[in-house]
């Protein structure tokens, strides 16, 4: 069993950066694909990136401007968010969806 836990959310204007962790216990996950979520009130969630192994993926909406990237020795994954905008606000949740984890959540806001 893996139990992951967001960090690093906050309130920042916008064109700021901010960086999420999702850090995993229990046991390792490296070998698993994570993926970030997002969802805004009254909007559906939304894949925002995913890593899986080497390989990256990000929706059209962040590409460019976000970055995802693992520490397998901390057994964390990161979101780096650079340029942020107003429509980005949103609470961001990191999911192993192979091991059944969902983190609790982090919430981003970002003020114009």
């Known amino acids: 069993q893996v139990q992951l836990v967001e960090s690093g959310g906050g309130l920042v204007q916008a064109g700021g950066s901010l960086r999420l962790s999702c850090a995993a216990s229990?046991?390792?996950?490296?070998?698993?694909?994570l993926y970030w979520f997002r969802q805004a009130p009254g909007k559906e969630r939304e894949l925002v990136a995913t890593?899986?192994?080497?390989?990256?993926y990000y929706a059209a909406s962040v590409k460019g401007r976000f970055t995802i990237s693992r520490d397998n020795a901390k057994n964390t994954v990161y979101l780096q968010m650079n340029s942020l905008k107003p429509e980005d606000a949103a609470i961001y949740t990191c999911?192993?969806?192979?091991?059944?984890?969902w983190g609790q959540g982090t919430q981003v806001t970002v003020s114009s």
């Open positions: 999911v192993v969806s192979a091991l059944g984890a």
């Open positions: 890593i899986s192994g080497v390989n990256t």
């Open positions: 229990g046991r390792t996950f490296s070998s698993y694909p």
